[in-house]
């Protein structure tokens, strides 16, 4: 008799329907919080007004009703974003009091996720439908988080690299440079495939591959910056000619205070769409040049003040850069290990197509002007390495985090795929040399060939060159 009276007594009474509810949370619009820390969530269910819930006996029946309603979270991009509750329970007191309910989540991967909030259980509204939508107005922007680690990787390395460009520069010979400066084929072929066919690739294969927009601008910047000090290493480990290489990066980071705006607001312009306040980073292209002029210049002194100090840090020359190199990579990757999660298939096509056609094309321009092998190298390898610092500066300054860490990506993919075949090639070349007798190592010595013609009698020059190669 019980179950019948109140049977009949809650088909008297309207049902809560949905229309009559709303959620209110309490982050609108866009929410940025940082990476891997717990963040709370207040959600309130609550009806739409009082006077609308005592004319319709809403809540004679929300007092005496035992049922729940159920609010549950999903998220546009789940991967990113981890909820340690996406459901939280509503009972009839508390909707009617408005009571707030905690969901709690974590962010791992920067980048931008929609929550969207559907009441899932109505247990007053017999036919309710699952799945009705509350809201979806919320965005969650994860920021890349301060990391000690970052401090110390870049202090590190950097005195790491001021003491090996003042070993390298100890190395060099300023009347080799000189006749490379007064017949410059080499810097001339440097220029043009740095400046002509890198930005070319970068935007065709950006284009093709990313539907991103940030990718492809990321990518792009990356194929506009200049040559670094990484390729004057690497033009060394594999005895390339040193004295072009470091001169070519001089000359081409001069060159990118003019070469980069050309490019980014010409054909990067179809890629500014909703960034078009970037920010050329002169200062940092200004640095950039003197944290390498200045430490070769040192070097350059060291050499004609105290050249036995230079045939002393000739001998720790490559071991320390190639040690350079692979802190650079290992350190780096631990540093930067969500980068290589969030990294596509298509990123690291993209990066590996780049870099070969940077090596190939760069050596043909190179054959096509008649230069030595050594300089074949030394342009090929400064052709297909960029310097990558430049990118990310001009990145940071012209888009927000964690924007301009999510367009950073693509160049990060790329130096993934650059070095680790280069650790390969070079280890296998050596193999090759010392098991197999192939792959001579006097291939520097024909660095003056086509250059130092007025030297050919400096047996100075001669002697250092033949050491080099060694």
Known sequence: MLRLLWSLAFMTIPSVDCSSLYLETFHTGIWKVPEDVIHTLNVSLRLNSSQDANEYGFTKQLENAKSLLMVEVFVEGEWAVKF???SSPFTADEVLKGVNKSLQFSGFYWGISRLSFFLTRNDFDPEFENMTL????????????????DTVFIAIGSVFLLFNNINMGAQLDMNIILAVLKRPLGPLCGFLSQFIIMPTITWIMGNVLFDNPLHKLGLFTYG?????TGSNFWTLMFNGDINLSITMTIISTIAAMGMMPLWMFTLGASLLEENDDLQIPFTNLAVSLA?????ISIGILIRIKRPHWAERGKRVLKPFSFFILIFFMVVGTINSYKVVLMMTWQMAAAGLFVMLCGYTLGALMARAMCLSKSQIIAVSIETALQNPGIAFILLKLSLESPYSDLASIPVIATLFMTGPPLIFVFVAYHVAWKYCGCCPEDSANQDTKTN????????????FLSDLGK
């Open 452 to 463: 130092a013609t007025p030297m050919e009698e400096n047996t100075e020059t001669n002697k």
């Open 224 to 228: 506009c910056s200049p040559g670094g």
């Open 134 to 149: 509350l809201r979806d107005d919320l965005e969650v922007v994860i920021d890349r988080g301060s990391i000690v680690l």
């Open 291 to 295: 944290a390498l002029t200045i430490p």
């Open 84 to 86: 340690a509750n996406r």
